[in-house]
Nanobody, 119 residues
């Protein structure tokens, strides 16, 4: 499965962005999906995951209440709505398919999209 992330950009603190991850090659409905991020000098971390059926989600503690992961299996797309953004959210964000844990492991990875939050 090929994944294409988009929607990143530069935003002021307190602002919002919506990331999208479009899949091709295979239907996403078979996969748990996730969003991950990696800031300069830091390890990649799981931001959010959503189960294949959308029945379960997982969020990094620091984004709970601000970020929402969702999916549209009919559109083969996964989203990450990011509200109340903080400078510490600045990172390259990646979407990935497969896997279910709080470690940054997945079977398929998309290219990253840069999110920069300014003060």
């Amino acid at each position: 499965v090929q994944l294409q992330a988009s929607g990143g950009g530069l935003v002021q603190a307190g602002g919002s962005l919506r990331l999208s991850c479009a899949a091709s090659g295979r239907p996403l409905s078979s996969y748990h999906m996730g969003w991950f991020r990696q800031a300069p000098g830091k390890e990649r971390e799981v931001v959010a995951r959503i189960s294949a059926s959308s029945s379960s989600t997982y969020y990094l503690d620091s984004v709970k209440g601000r970020f929402t992961i969702s999916r549209d299996n009919a559109e083969n797309t996964v989203y990450l709505q990011m509200n109340s953004l903080k400078p510490e959210d600045t990172a390259i964000y990646y979407c990935a398919a497969g896997g279910w844990s709080n470690t940054p492991r997945a079977d398929y990875w998309g290219q990253g999209t840069q999110v920069t939050v300014s003060n």
